[in-house]
């Protein structure tokens, strides 16, 4: 393990302009054992983006299914009246998870205001491909399995954006929805992509993707924050539960995390329930152990944790202001991993 070696990476990847700040927490089932800020403070927070979809919204699925108030087998048109077609009737809420449902990425247009609209335009979209055939990284199904979590269609009784404590994570003011403005000073400012109506202006502690701030800073695919030390104590818990500790609060058990963390059967796909998995061409680089899963988010974000090593890595920046490319970010990711894993 070279904690020297990453740190290089980083301080590599700041002064190439790839992000203005970063932070980053490894460590281990009984803690964390490596801590730092670069350009900033170590308790700023940060735009998670998608990393909300395995933090809050997998989570709350999997207590749903734990508690047995949702199937994974549950089919989206028993939970959504438009969701009609002979082409997508076969879809469950598994296939939203593993990114196999044949929705599209993104929806064509700019996003429509407020849930009923979302609800309409993801439901009746035409699909990108015969559901299950392969797997396209889609924003549109965790929207709706954000949804589905809430007490609406799913009758699960989680609210994201209010209580989704309930799903078993660690609520405070250093990982939430919406920060509240007296942390103002603590959050790594984002800018909006160009198609953005908010382009023009600095984002401070409004959510970064269009999507979910059209529904209020609150959806199932983006919208959370923290600090490293917050997605820490959240890796710690799945790592532990992955490792089989049986201590963990719920749903954190060992079978429940398993089961979300098993790569599926789709063909050419590494997903996993939610989470993805290690592919040597991934973001988590070349050096993790098979039994290796994480997410990444488009702001510049990152969580892999690795149970076979007894390992996680967080790694948080904003690069999306102003700063790198997708392509620079994920060159960075994969070289921190391998740094540190030596």
Not at 8 to 24: F, H, M, S
Not at 173 to 178: A, G
Not at 219 to 243: I, Y
Not at 306 to 320: A, E, H, W
Request: charged content about 20%.
């Amino acid at each position: 393990m070279s904690v020297d070696a990453a740190r290089a990476v980083i301080e590599r990847g700041l002064w190439d302009g790839v992000y203005p700040v970063a932070t980053v927490e490894v460590g281990d089932s009984g803690g964390a054992t490596w801590q730092e800020a670069f350009g900033t403070s170590i308790d700023t927070l940060f735009d998670l983006a998608s990393l909300t979809k395995v933090i809050a919204t997998t989570t709350a699925v999997m207590r749903a299914v734990g508690e047995g108030t949702l199937r994974l087998d549950r089919r989206v048109a028993e939970l959504f009246d438009e969701w009609r077609g002979t082409d997508r009737e076969s879809v469950t809420v598994r296939d939203l998870l593993e990114h196999a449902s044949g929705l599209p990425a993104r929806l064509v247009d700019q996003p429509p205001q407020g849930r009923r609209e979302f609800e309409h335009e993801i439901c009746t979209i035409a699909l990108e491909y015969a559901p299950r055939s392969r797997s396209i990284y889609s924003d549109l199904g965790f929207i709706l399995l954000g949804f589905v979590v809430e007490s609406g269609p799913g009758q699960t009784g989680v609210r994201l954006g209010s209580d989704w404590g309930q799903t078993g994570v660690r609520l405070g003011s250093d990982l939430n929805f919406n920060p509240p403005a007296d942390l103002r000073a603590r959050i790594a400012p984002t800018t909006p992509m160009d198609e953005d109506v908010r382009r023009g202006r600095t984002l401070v502690g409004e959510v970064h993707d269009n999507y979910a701030a059209a529904l209020d800073g609150v959806a199932g695919h983006a919208g959370l924050f923290g600090t490293a030390a917050a997605v820490g104590v959240f890796a710690r818990t799945v790592l532990n539960a992955r490792r089989g500790d049986t201590h963990q609060p719920f749903p954190f058990s060992p079978e429940l995390v398993a089961q979300f963390t098993t790569k599926t059967t789709v063909p050419g796909s590494s997903r996993a329930l939610g989470w993805d998995t290690m592919l040597p061409t991934s973001s988590c680089g070349t050096k993790m152990s098979p039994s290796a899963f994480g997410h990444v988010g488009f702001t510049g974000t990152s969580l892999w944790i690795d149970p076979d090593r007894d390992r996680y890595f967080v790694l948080l920046t904003n690069r999306v202001h102003g700063a790198g490319t997708l392509e620079q970010i994920r060159d960075v990711r994969r070289a921190f991993h391998d740094a540190y894993l030596g």
